[in-house]
């Protein structure tokens, strides 16, 4: 792959064979950053796990300290008090059948769903549209629940949700350039601690492989697993 001039540039201050420890990770992705805008900051799991097992194909969501940077527009499917809950929240679009149809003919000025249980039957028929997506609400990341109030504010919060990707990896956005150091490196070591807690039972030797921080467009940074341990936020 053709990489461009600034691209290389920001490389040279990387040493690929290094694990940096995490606040000089954090420091060194916001200095290598190529683009003119905010751009947003990845880490990326490298995981000893099989996803075609059931208890290996992780997936969840949790809030971050410091949030994404992004606020997202959260459509809540309710009926009756648990609309009025959710709109009490700050949910951007609030409806029941309405809004179903309305994403049924292509609708999708949203970057999150959340749905009450008693929803899902309906909900459930736009599976074919919204899977592929990633937008379908699931009990395992609090997007169908009863308590939509909650999920509305973690959601605005910075709350992201995080699974397992076809060969086993975690990929998720924990933030921006325009955060301080320290920022990202609390953001990561949350989301690090949940990965480590989560650990299948099944997964036999090495379960966390690698792990790599990047920005938009820049280059990928090693991150030392064992100073992530060690690691005080």
């Known amino acids: 792959m053709k990489r461009g001039k600034r691209y290389l540039e920001a490389a040279k201050q990387v040493d690929r064979l290094k694990e940096y420890k995490l606040l000089e990770a954090t420091e060194l992705v916001k200095k290598t950053s190529t683009v003119k805008f905010d751009a947003s900051v990845e880490v990326a799991f490298r995981l000893n796990l099989d996803p075609r097992k059931a208890e290996q194909n992780l997936r969840g969501a949790i809030v971050l300290p ?22 009490d929240a700050g949910a951007d679009f609030v409806g029941d059948k309405d809004l179903i149809d309305q994403i049924s003919k292509g609708w999708f000025d949203f970057d999150v769903i959340v749905a009450t249980p008693d929803m899902m039957a309906q909900l459930g ?6 899977g592929p997506k990633g937008l379908m609400p699931n009990p395992k990341t609090g997007t169908v629940t ?32 325009s955060f301080t150091k320290e920022q990202l490196a609390e953001n990561i070591h949350t989301l690090f601690e949940r990965i480590v807690q989560i650990k299948p039972s099944t997964v036999k030797g090495t379960y966390l492989k690698n792990l790599t921080v990047t920005s938009s467009m820049g280059p990928g940074i090693k991150i030392d697993r064992d100073d992530m341990r060690e690691f005080k936020k």
């Open 66 to 87: 410091h949030g994404t940077g992004k606020v997202s527009k959260v459509v809540v499917i309710a009926q009756g008090e648990k609309a009025k809950e959710a709109k």
């Open 125 to 130: 028929k736009l599976g074919r549209v919204l």
């Open 146 to 177: 009863l308590d939509v109030a909650n999920a509305v504010k973690e959601i605005k919060a910075g709350k992201i949700e995080y699974r397992v990707d076809k060969v086993g990896n975690i990929h998720a956005s924990v933030g921006k350039v």
